[in-house]
């Protein structure tokens, strides 16, 4: 079989499609930006497989370099994270023989939402959308994060599709390090006003034990709101309070792996592209796969829906006080150690074996 996946800005998720892929293919075409490629070019692969690495990074890109693709005939072309010249998308597809496509949508509502005129019909909301829906009818699936999310576009859009599940990150068998001298609390993401609050962050950090507990803040600030948390946690260390803020993203490995447990005082809603979307609902949060990846427990608020598979491993709060006291209940040592174990068996069924079984499964190769 032989497969080609195309991401220019997920490294991720591509790694996770390029290991599944590498269990059943005999040939993978890689499209994707240099820095991805180099990475991937470093594993050491079990796997006797032929692979043509092609640097892009964008469909139009990948338009430009048509010449590389006479010829080829692939079984399944996986496209993901394609935010842009969706034109030069279907061009692209037309010069060589792509097979079964596979449509990855991160955000329902920006693929799938229409606009409507005079409140009665519904139709494309502009040029772009109508190309974007033109990718969709020439996919013969379409791949989601999360059965919430499938369930969604399944109830608010019926496509005629096949949608298929496949999770952002597998996991490989990380353990963090939880057996520390304090509680420590990783919130993974860029600070930033609309994606959580982290006024709530710091003012319940704040009401905590400032010996027992420590506070990483792991991503770059964004804009002034970002610089204003970095600048009040800074004044918290000051005051005798554990806080460790990120000062390299090569970094972040490191830091998570030490780390009890992730928070994630998600704002729900959100928007891409102008279109609202709900984290849990029509797209979802990366956090969730960091307690995947990592076998790393997670506080997240009530108001999140969460896949139903990984809730085993989920802390949930709806006030401050709520959240106060989750926390506050790590340090019982029976808590923590059954949360521990009850995450790792939730990560154990994200292993790349099972994942990519049931995906190539769902699409119809394994029957």
């Given amino acids: 079989m032989k497969v080609l996946i195309v991401d220019f800005d997920h490294y991720e998720m591509l790694y996770s499609l390029y290991m599944s892929a590498c269990r059943y293919a005999s040939h993978i075409y890689i499209c994707s930006v240099q820095e991805y490629i180099e990475r991937l070019k470093e594993l050491e692969l079990p796997f006797n497989i032929k692979v043509d690495w092609i640097v892009a990074d964008s469909p139009k890109d990948l338009l430009a370099k048509a010449d590389k693709f006479s010829g080829i005939e692939v079984q399944y072309s996986f496209l993901n994270t394609i935010y842009s010249d969706f034109n030069d998308a279907i061009t692209w597809l037309s010069m060589f023989s792509y097979g ?14 229409k606009g409507t005129r005079y409140k009665l019909f519904k139709r494309p909301r502009n040029e772009q959308h109508k ?10 699936s379409v791949l989601v994060l999360s059965e919430n999310v499938k369930k969604y576009i399944e109830s608010k859009y019926k496509p005629k599709k096949n949608i298929v599940v496949f999770p952002y990150s597998v996991y490989e068998g990380f353990r963090g ?14 600070i930033e006003r609309t994606r959580r609050d982290y006024e709530l962050i ?3 950090f704040q009401e905590l034990d400032s010996k027992k507990f420590k506070l990483k803040l792991l991503g770059p600030p964004i804009g002034d709101y970002g610089n204003e948390i970095v600048a009040k946690c800074l004044e918290l260390k000051k005051k005798g309070y554990l ?8 970094h972040f490995e490191h830091e998570i792996s030490d780390t009890t447990v992730i928070l994630a005082p998600i704002n729900i809603q959100t928007s891409f592209a102008g279109i609202e979307e709900t984290y849990g609902v029509s797209k979802e949060s990366g956090v969730i796969f960091d307690v995947v990846r990592y076998a790393m427990p997670a506080i997240l608020p009530k108001s999140l ?13 709806n006030t401050a006080d709520e959240l106060k006291a989750q926390i506050v209940s790590l340090t019982e040592h029976s808590t923590l150690e059954k949360l ?13 074996d099972a994942v990519s079984k049931k995906l190539f499964e769902d699409l119809g190769y394994l029957s």
Avoid at 305 to 317: C, G, K, Q
Wanted: aromatic share 6%.
């Fill in 305 to 317: 829906h969460v896949p139903a598979d990984i809730s085993n491993a989920i802390l949930r709060y």
């Fill in 202 to 204: 710091l003012n319940v």
């Fill in 131 to 140: 190309a974007m829906l033109r990718l969709v009818e020439l996919s013969a």
């Fill in 177 to 190: 390090n939880t057996t520390g001298d304090c509680i420590t609390i990783a919130v993974p993401g860029v």
């Fill in 100 to 113: 079964h496509i596979v449509l990855t949508i991160h955000n329902a509502n920006f693929w799938l939402m």
């Fill in 340 to 352: 521990k174990e009850k995450t790792v068996t939730v990560s154990q069924n994200y292993s790349i």
């Fill in 243 to 250: 806080i460790d803020l990120l000062d390299d993203p090569k």
